[in-house]
């Protein structure tokens, strides 16, 4: 069956294979090949001058030999590889008894699904330890669900004693599966001391049928959520589209922007000029308007202003003339007029407002 061009039942059958072996790991390593294999383990006993190697088979302990400690590292290895001849197969390094504290609480049932937290945070008061200071593990020996308490057995060993045996074991190229206590590494569900296990402690079956419900809950939504997720995927397309658009409109209306102001500045100097009166034209006005008997000897045209000196007969009879034609007005004098002797003419100082129109 396809979805959208998508092989469903393919990845249907390599979500189950990574799924399993994902629950596969969750076992621990000496249950899992105790199951695919034989039933067998080997065991580990460390004590401080010497290693006890036995073979554990369906309740049959068989002693292989032993280690001297304070031999070199490659005569030990080299007497081990002789003692395993090969050996495939889970490995348990055991603890003296003396070195495991065992000890029963009663404890509420209500409290089995947190119980290593709960355990941390008693450790210090059930025991001389602190969490800090030792590896502890732990398991249900009796429930009561009338009375809504069950018993736990709680183990706990020194984190040195524990990194000791680790040490040795490794030292011999060994990685132990578990670290418990002597005696007890034939347990249905033996302690595992080495703070690298998990706390809850299940049976493969449970895990099992729990990942496979899990597997099927995860398949079902993820029918419901692929055509989703396609459609979440076309959605961020069109936002990626629209982010493009928007950015592509705000490049375009920079660019107008600082095209307006670059043609805005072109045209300064043309405006500008438009603006100022021709003084060829102003004269021309001049020379239109004043009497014939009038003649200026100064002419200055400045901000739109005219500035003239001259002489008139009668200099009065100009502010008229100025306001009357259409191209000047606010027609002033700067200064007093004054009767030149001589001439029979008025010295007059004149200025006038001049329109764009006068001068264009």
């Not at 706990?156 to 680790?166: D, K, M, N």
């Not at 069109?238 to 950015?247: D, F, N, S, T």
């Not at 805005?264 to 008997?293: G, W």
Request: proline residues 5%; aromatic residues 6%.
């Amino acid at each position: 069956m396809t979805l959208g061009g998508v092989d469903l039942g393919g990845a249907l059958r390599t979500f189950l294979r990574w799924w399993l072996g994902e629950l596969a790991e969750l076992v621990p390593g000496s249950l899992r090949r105790m199951v695919a294999g034989s039933g067998a383990i080997m065991v580990i006993r460390i004590g401080p001058w010497n290693a006890v190697i036995d073979r554990l088979s369906r309740g049959e302990r068989t002693e292989l030999g032993t280690l001297n400690l304070s031999d070199t590292v490659e005569a030990q290895r080299m007497i081990l590889d002789n003692l395993i001849d090969g050996w495939r197969g889970p490995v348990a390094v055991t603890l003296p008894t003396e070195r495991v504290l065992h000890k029963i609480l009663d404890l509420p049932l209500a409290a089995e699904t947190e119980l290593a937290d709960l355990l941390r945070f008693e450790l210090d008061r059930q025991t001389p330890f602190s969490p800090e200071q030792a590896f502890y593990d732990c398991r249900v020996v009796h429930r009561d669900k009338s009375s809504g308490r069950m018993r736990v057995e709680l183990a706990v060993a020194p984190r040195e004693a524990v990194q000791h045996a680790l040490g040795t074991a490794q030292r011999l190229g060994i990685e132990p599966d578990l670290v418990t206590a002597s005696g007890d590494e034939d347990a249905p569900v033996p302690f595992d001391l080495s703070g690298m296990a998990k706390r809850g402690k299940f049976s493969v079956s449970v895990l099992l049928s729990g990942g496979l419900a899990l597997a099927a809950a995860v398949l079902l939504a993820m029918a419901v959520a692929l055509p989703l997720r396609w459609q979440g995927a076309a959605a961020e397309d069109a936002e990626k589209v629209l982010v493009e658009a928007r950015a592509a409109a705000r490049e375009a209306t920079d660019l107008r922007q600082t095209l307006e102001e670059r043609r805005q500045d072109a045209r300064f100097l043309i405006d500008r000029k438009l603006q100022t009166p021709m003084a060829v034209s102003v004269l021309a006005d001049l020379t239109e308007l004043l009497p014939d008997d009038s003649y200026l000897f100064e002419f200055l045209l400045k901000d739109g202003r005219v500035r003239v000196r001259g002489y008139a007969p009668a200099a009065a009879t100009l502010l008229e003339l100025f306001e009357r034609h259409p191209h000047f007005s606010s027609a002033r004098f700067e200064s007093p007029v004054t009767t030149v002797p001589g001439i029979d003419k008025e010295r007059f100082d004149l200025s006038v407002a001049v329109s764009v129109e006068g001068g264009s």
